[in-house]
């Protein structure tokens, strides 16, 4: 991975992973480290899809739910679970649960799908829909996107 985000790859492949029962497609320059879903601790006060904090190589990292956040059920946490860290160079000490991590998609190999309002309405952090060769549905996720919402950022009650 770090050997494609200094590459030129980042147009051709992509990072897949699984949020809760969706499949989000994370542009290498955006996602920092991987790591286990260990133990989280709680913080008082905040909204039920900000459900955490992790330690993270001694840096404490907020950890978001994005089905959660988006009015969906909660993702299960088990040991397939990751978290996926935003990228040092993006200045946000967060990171999402993930359900599990696919490894690198090519999107040129996919089919892109016409925009879907039910889907992406008020959500410009996700950016495009796209089908893979298996009939699945892939949401292109933009997190230097997500950072911008102001949804986002009222992490407390």
Known sequence: MQAA???GYTKLSQLGIMIGQGRYLL???EAGEIVTAGALTRVPLTRDWYIGL???RGNLTGVVDLPRFQGKDATKLDSSCRIVAFAPGMAFNSGLLVS???GLRAVSEMEELPPETEHLENKVWLKKRYRDRDGNIWFELSLAMLVQDQD??????
């Open 27 to 29: 542009d290498l320059r």
């Open 100 to 102: 599990q991590v696919l």
């Open 152 to 157: 986002f950022l009222q992490i407390g009650l």
């Open 54 to 56: 992790s330690n993270i």
């Open 5 to 7: 985000q200094r590459g």
